[in-house]
């Protein structure tokens, strides 16, 4: 069993849990995932990893409860446990294996959006043990939205809060920043990273294209299986079919068909969605056959 060592709440239903899991916590490196379980008849979820901690053998995850799956998962208290914790699964961030004396040249801009924030927060923090500052924006529709604000800003070399009724710093989309930050601010950038949304990293990858600058996104969120097996997880890039949670879950942003992709991910929100209801009637004595 892995034990929850710690919970936070970070914003309306988004949850930090930090699991006791050492060998996951020693292999873990930037952009992979983890599938966890509870109950010996719960549902396998894949969860993108938000940090892991070597001196206390923990894994850091963030989740945002929007099924029944993830509820059950949130409603663990410290001291509970996951019944099962498997990984890290997925391929790592392709800057893993890059040269460093290459990567310090490079001017690296990373756009988080929502919960992708969590995510983004490894490989930033990675690149800055390595002497590497990337910029970050962290984006949200509101403040009280925002999370890993205080984290990001102590390994990143510049963090720009953009919300989109202007609470918090910029006020407009992750989008018009990136605008903001090239045409207005002088920053040129060599590689923008982009997890969020799948709505959101359509536009930063349409925005970045008319700069001509490389652009990165994680489609971690299309993940159901998390093997491969399951086929569910499909994405075109450019000519070819491939599986996010095998092959991924980076791919080259602007070869992303993410029209496909929403369609997919909808088709997931739905159901779980369905789930989550039908599991509060019946809680209440009614079960509604409707829609099922």
């Given at each position: 069993?892995?034990?929850?060592?710690r919970k936070v709440k970070l914003a309306e239903n988004i949850y930090q849990l930090d699991?006791?899991?050492?060998?996951?916590?020693?292999?873990?490196?930037?952009?992979?995932?983890?599938?966890?379980?509870?109950?010996?008849?719960?549902?396998?979820?894949?969860?993108?990893?938000?940090?892991?901690?070597l001196e206390n053998d923990t894994v850091t995850l963030v989740i945002q409860i929007v099924?029944?799956?993830?509820?059950?998962?949130?409603?663990?208290?410290?001291?509970?446990?996951?019944?099962?914790?498997?990984?890290?699964?997925?391929?790592?961030?392709?800057?893993?294996?890059?040269?460093?004396?290459?990567?310090?040249?490079?001017?690296?801009?990373?756009?988080?959006?929502?919960?992708?924030?969590?995510?983004?927060?490894?490989?930033?923090?990675?690149?800055?043990?390595?002497?590497?500052?990337?910029?970050?924006?962290?984006?949200?529709?509101?403040?009280?939205?925002?999370?890993?604000?205080?984290?990001?800003?102590k390994v990143a070399g510049n963090v720009y809060i953009a919300t989109d009724d202007g609470?918090?710093?910029?006020?407009?989309?992750?989008?018009?920043?990136?605008?903001?930050?090239?045409?207005?601010?002088?920053?040129?950038?060599?590689?923008?990273?982009?997890?969020?949304?799948?709505?959101?990293?359509?536009?930063?990858?349409?925005?970045?294209?008319?700069?001509?600058?490389?652009?990165?996104?994680?489609?971690?969120?299309?993940?159901?299986?998390?093997?491969?097996?399951?086929?569910?997880?499909?994405?075109?890039?450019?000519?070819?079919?491939?599986?996010?949670?095998?092959?991924?879950?980076?791919?080259?942003?602007?070869?992303?068909?993410?029209?496909?992709?929403?369609?997919?991910?909808?088709?997931?929100?739905?159901?779980?969605?369905?789930?989550?209801?039908?599991?509060?009637?019946?809680?209440?004595?009614?079960?509604?056959?409707?829609?099922?």
């Amino acid at each position: 069993m892995f034990e929850i060592k710690r919970k936070v709440k970070l914003a309306e239903n988004i949850y930090q849990l930090d699991i006791y899991a050492p060998r996951v916590a020693k292999s873990s490196k930037p952009g992979q995932f983890v599938i966890v379980r509870v109950g010996d008849d719960g549902e396998r979820i894949p969860l993108t990893i938000s940090d892991y901690d070597l001196e206390n053998d923990t894994v850091t995850l963030v989740i945002q409860i929007v099924g029944y799956s993830s509820q059950k998962i949130c409603e663990l208290n410290e001291g509970e446990s996951l019944t099962d914790f498997v990984g890290p699964l997925g391929n790592p961030s392709e800057f893993v294996y890059e040269n460093i004396d290459e990567l310090k040249n490079k001017k690296i801009l990373f756009v988080a959006g929502g919960l992708g924030t969590a995510p983004v927060y490894p490989q930033v923090k990675w690149l800055h043990e390595r002497g590497i500052e990337a910029d970050v924006i962290i984006g949200a529709k509101t403040q009280n939205m925002l999370i890993y604000t205080d984290e990001m800003s102590k390994v990143a070399g510049n963090v720009y809060i953009a919300t989109d009724d202007g609470s918090c710093g910029f006020k407009g989309l992750v989008t018009q920043q990136i605008e903001d930050l090239i045409d207005n601010h002088g920053k040129q950038y060599d590689v923008v990273v982009a997890i969020g949304p799948m709505i959101m990293m359509k536009f930063v990858a349409e925005t970045t294209l008319k700069y001509g600058i490389k652009t990165i996104v994680s489609l971690n969120m299309l993940m159901v299986d998390g093997t491969g097996m399951c086929g569910a997880c499909r994405v075109t890039v450019g000519d070819k079919v491939y599986f996010t949670c095998v092959d991924g879950p980076e791919f080259d942003g602007h070869q992303v068909d993410y029209d496909e992709a929403i369609r997919r991910q909808s088709m997931y929100k739905t159901l779980e969605s369905r789930k989550l209801k039908q599991e509060k009637e019946r809680a209440e004595g009614h079960i509604c056959r409707i829609g099922f």
